[in-house]
Antibody
Framework: QVQLVQSGAEVKKPGASLKVSCKVS????????IHWVRQAPQKGLEWMGG????????IYAQKFQGRVTMTEDTSTDTAYMVVSSLRSEDTAIYFC????????????WGQGTMVTVSS | DIVMTQSPLSLPVIPGEAASISCRSS???????????VHWYLQKPGQSPQLLIY???NRASGVPDRFSGSGSGTDFTLKISRVEAEDVGVYYC?????????FGPGTKVDIK
């Protein structure tokens, strides 16, 4: 059974960068399409981007283009997301999730990583 | 971008009774493969979202059969035939037809 375990909570200052990890167990990260979704406090879900296996490339929501980078380390089966130039509006819970072929949906989610951006 | 709307935004329910949530998209979610690319998630308090229904009407693994999804094109419905206390949380519809994937604002279901 595939599982996703994310890194712990972070507190960052405005302008800093953030790196969140998402460790895959039960599968190789190369066999999966990992996406990232965030949720601001008391708000809804916002898709940030993820790996498109059809193109073999990572796609980003336009609002995050240039400020967010999603990568994978195949040696440790871990996915990473880096957010640069943090601002207070980036305060949110960040989730990694698997986009599954069998459902065309996000069917496995990580536990979430709380990120607080504050001076 | 495809805009997803939901109604109601708040839904008090009585255990044992039926409940229904509506979701509408700003454009058709009907894929060329014949499936509607709308999915339903439940986020229980303090938890990650969990997939309930995918491509309109298919229950995800382990989801009780009291949950059902229907609809086509731009109008979709999630029904709970007999609400149980464990069903409280926020329900989201999401379109997976095209990027950026977008979610509805959520419907908060709690016990009346």
């Amino acid at each position: 059974q595939v599982q996703l375990v994310q890194s712990g909570a972070e507190v960052k200052k405005p302008g800093a960068s953030l790196k969140v990890s998402c460790k895959v167990s039960g599968y190789s990260v190369t066999e999966l399409s990992i996406h990232w979704v965030r949720q601001a406090p008391q708000k809804g879900l916002e898709w940030m981007g993820g790996f498109d296996p059809e193109d073999g490339e990572t796609i980003y929501a336009q609002k995050f283009q240039g400020r967010v980078t999603m990568t994978e380390d195949t040696s440790t089966d871990t996915a990473y997301m880096v957010v640069s130039s943090l601002r207070s509006e980036d305060t949110a819970i960040y989730f990694c999730a698997i986009y599954a072929d069998r459902s065309d949906a996000f069917d496995i989610w990580g536990q979430g990583t709380m990120v607080t951006v504050s001076s | 971008d495809i805009v997803m709307t939901q109604s109601p935004l708040s839904l008090p329910v009585i255990p044992g009774e039926a409940a229904s949530i509506s979701c509408r998209s700003s454009q058709s979610l009907l894929h060329t493969n014949g499936y509607n690319f709308v999915h339903w998630y439940l986020q229980k308090p303090g938890q990650s979202p969990q997939l309930l229904i995918y491509v309109g009407s298919n229950r995800a693994s382990g989801v009780p059969d009291r949950f059902s999804g229907s609809g086509s094109g731009t109008d979709f419905t999630l029904k709970i035939s007999r609400v149980e206390a464990e069903d409280v949380g926020v329900y989201y519809c999401m379109q997976g037809l095209q990027t950026p994937f977008t979610f509805g604002p959520g419907t908060k279901v709690d016990i009346k």
